[in-house]
């Protein structure tokens, strides 16, 4: 689209169809050419999980119209689903600037349509999002939230019947129902108030006892319950519901971090709401540093994820990152529900593709079935729903720090996340061991498993084609081989297919169609490449592997991997 196509799609907007302070925004953007651009050059695309952007007046932006637009897209699809039958949608907010009001238009919209709608009267997290559509048998459920984007984002998370967010068909169905909606005229704004519920610490309540009937080992927690735990919201909505939890299960040494119980959109303590970054645990630290505190747990915006630091051999607080977390937690259930002959057979765990496959070793060593599924939590949903009945979930995580317990939840949740991360304290304890000493053990057992994470930015509509352009490339010129290891196996999940360079030979990879390329060493060492689905960013996920026969050499193999990993990177960005 060229610049004055672009700038008579602004005009639009300056229209008696948008409100004074829309049209008065655009207006300055004339003054600024680029911006402008950003802000028109196409529409903010409403994918496979909703809308996530940057808020500002324009196609590209999140704001009233483009959240009435996507809504009213929904509306439309859950119409044509369920002709002549009453529908209800739960809808919740985070922190974010701007949240409550999209929250706000999202319910109007709904209940333009007629749509009965479930409303939380304050911010709360996104699991209980998901567990409100299930308890209120609602047909979908919204909440507005950019989960650990930058402050200048929020999004549009849109939930399925079952909990878990949209997946195939509908995801694609209602996408294309919201792309009919080509104008602001296309979505009745108009609420009707009567059919608005507001809810809150009703449901807080019956949350609350669901998460803790999956409790393990409660005699643990009565035995340990002074665990000193300094925990953070991040400004977010996991403000009072985790502490909350953690004292219904028992622990009563909970130490806040005052400056960051305040829910502020700006996040004005950090520079990213981030817990897979380790600036953003920084006040968290200091404070388990001051009260000698034996575990620190962080959860982002939303209270989906957590990040936590543990007491290492030498005393210091080291922060784990999503695949040494996610082990810890797999280890405690399937190990302890093991030893209490609960396991009966037909339980299983799931893992996205780009986690650490330690998990399924696990699962194997514990006699439990393992899943693997595409990056994203409503896959590991859809494995639930497709299971219901007949299996039974016991957990799943991302080693982007997402994790879940149970069912009662269908999307990643760390509200129960953290207490059964409390409890694996209370059991570490029980042995006299920290969470450290765990991990060390599990690596003794299964090998270590070495995870590290790339993140490139590319920024704007230069920076995306810049993205695709080397997901092509990767495509069309991979690598033989990687830090001296021969490429046995490439999974392109893109075109479906697992590929043997060696023999040539192709197998079919049944999974969704996603932008992913993967690639397996002769020596084990895994390569994933992916385009994030909510930031302009270009991924790229390691495992390296090796044994440890003594817990001593621990320090001196990761030095071997780091440096391994290093020739890798040099490798891949050839």
Partial sequence: MNTVDIKQ????????DFDEETRSQVQKLFDNEKELIESFYKDLEFGTGGLRGIMGAGTNRMNKYTVGMATQGLANYLKKQYPDKQLSAAVAYDCRNNSRFFASVTANVFSANGIRVYLFSSLRPTPELSFAVRHYACNTGVVITASHNPKEYNGYKAYWDDGGQVVAPHDINIIEEVGKIKSVKDVNFEANP?????????TDKIYLEKLKTLSISPDLIAKHSDIKIVYTPLHGTGVKIVPEFLECL????????????????????????????SE????????????????V?????????????VRNNSGELQLLNGNQTASLLTYYILSNLKTRNLLKGNEYIVRTIVTTTLLPKMAEYFGVESFDVLTGFKYIAAIIRENEGKKKFLCGGEESYGFLVGDYVRDKDAVVSCGMIAELAAWAKEQGK?????????YCKFGVFYGKLLSITKKGKEGLEEIKA????????PPKEIAGSKIVIMNDYLNLKSTSPVTGKSTPLHQPVSDVLQF???????????????EPKIKYYFELHAELKNRDDYQSIINVLDKKYENILKDISR
């Fill in 520 to 534: 397996i060493t002769d020596d084990n060492t895994v390569v994933s490449i992916r385009p994030s689905g909510t």
């Fill in 9 to 16: 799609r602004a005009e639009i907007w300056l229209g008696s």
């Fill in 297 to 309: 747990m962080a959860t982002d915006p939303d209270a989906d994820r957590v990040g936590i630091a």
């Fill in 280 to 295: 953003a645990l920084t006040l968290a630290l200091k404070k388990a540093q001051d009260e000698n505190a034996d575990l």
């Fill in 434 to 442: 920290s969470l450290y000493d765990i991990l060390l053990d599990i």
């Fill in 470 to 477: 080397m997901m092509k490339n990767y495509r069309e010129n």
């Fill in 250 to 277: 028992g622990f009563k040494n909970i130490i806040h971090v005052a400056e960051q119980d305040i829910n502020d959109g700006n996040f004005p303590t950090v520079v990213s709401p981030n817990p897979e970054e």
């Fill in 194 to 202: 009567e059919l608005i519920v507001q809810i809150g610490e009703e």
